[in-house]
């Protein structure tokens, strides 16, 4: 932030500013010169004017809602910076399993009160649905060459691991084949499925806890969509955690009496997973990346028991 839109912020929010300093590459900590008070201050995008207002006029109340300014919007655009300004609540640790639950809580809420019914299109979601498995076909034969190149050379360490974990990914190929055909089937048959606004970024980065009460917080990437998706972004950021986060996402998907929602989960968890394995070369970052991705692969095949439906 430079003090251009330092002294711009201050005019737009009738806040006389003292200081700022910066959090993260997009976000400050704001002083006021009069009593001292600070405020949280955060680039965003052009999008997060209509989200906020949107949510705001939805009377979403597990929101941090940016203050308004003098023109009442929530974001204010200062020569094409995008910013808003909040209360600041000073940070305080959590224990991260609790930490998930309250996240999972809250993201329950907000698909709640934002969801609404809607046909499954034969032409726009066949169309994203045969994209995405093109690029599953393109990304499994790359790691197919791959391996195979890897068979061609000699032995050592990396070969080891490679060729070892390998096998997870033949099987996440097989069950991803067969959901395929799953949502496919939905698709066609024109299912009506719950639509709502989801967060699609909830790190637990982004729950505020204060006074006894859960706020999400960072909605720049949130966007209307089937709830399933902050599923699965949700057990990618936690798995790690110790607690029983199949039964807490398994109780939130079962709500809804219909499978099509938890298929879907499968489906995009394994297609993270896969996106994020990055080829180089038969060395140690390679290598490390391709064994942390398959050992993530057979823990939620295990988890899940997504081995025994497979043979079903």
């Known amino acids: 932030m430079n003090r251009h839109l330092f002294s711009a912020l201050g005019e737009v929010y009738n806040i006389r500013f003292a200081s700022f300093k910066p959090l993260t590459s997009k976000s400050f900590r704001l002083k006021s010169k009069d009593n001292e008070q600070c405020f949280f201050a955060k680039k965003s995008n052009i999008y997060s004017q209509e989200k906020y207002r949107f949510l705001y006029e939805q009377g979403i109340s597990n929101i941090v809602y940016p203050l308004k300014n003098k023109r009442g919007n929530f974001v204010t655009n200062i020569r094409k910076n995008h910013i808003f300004v909040s209360d600041y609540y000073r940070p305080f640790d959590i224990v991260g399993e609790i930490k998930a639950v309250n996240m999972i809580e809250e993201l329950s809420g907000l698909h709640s009160n934002t969801y609404f019914k809607r046909q499954l299109s034969v032409d726009f979601s066949r169309k994203n649905m045969d994209d995405l498995f093109h690029y599953l076909d393109y990304k499994f034969s790359v790691l197919e060459l791959f391996v195979r190149s890897v068979e061609t050379r000699p032995f050592d360490e990396y070969s080891i691991l490679i060729l070892k974990n390998y096998q997870y990914f033949l099987d996440v190929k097989k069950i991803m084949s067969r959901m395929h055909k799953q949502l496919i089937a939905a698709i066609k048959e024109k299912k009506s499925v719950n639509y709502a606004f989801i967060h699609n970024n909830p790190k637990l980065s982004h729950l505020l806890t204060a006074a006894g009460k859960h706020y999400l917080t960072s909605i720049e990437k949130s966007k209307m969509g089937i709830p399933s998706l902050d599923m699965a972004k949700f057990y990618i950021e936690n798995e790690q955690l110790n ?65 025994e439906d497979k043979n079903e």
């Open 243 to 307: 607690f029983d986060i199949k039964a807490v996402i398994k109780a939130y998907l079962d709500k809804y009496e219909d499978e099509f929602y938890l298929y879907y989960f499968y489906f995009l968890v394994f297609l993270y997973y896969i996106k994020g394995v990055v080829i180089i070369d038969k060395d140690y970052v390679t290598a490390q990346n391709f064994t942390f991705a398959a050992h993530s692969l057979k823990r939620f095949i295990n988890m899940f028991q997504l081995e």
